[in-house]
């Protein structure tokens, strides 16, 4: 199996919402340097889960 080593979390890298949930951040998502198709709320990759696709 092929494990990717874990980001360190820093300073911006995330918020908690209302509802106590960690929503992480566009800078936090070009840290890890790729999009994990999950229709995450500050997707700098532009993906939407609705159609499956990439906005361009």
Aim: hydrophobic share 20%.
């Amino acid at each position: 199996m092929d494990f990717k080593k874990p980001i360190p979390l820093e300073e911006g890298d995330f918020y908690t919402n209302e509802q106590g949930y960690r929503v992480f951040t566009e800078q936090y998502h070009l840290k890890r340097g790729s999009c994990c198709k999950s229709g995450c709320k500050h997707c700098p990759f532009g993906y939407d889960k609705k159609t499956d696709s990439f906005k361009k």
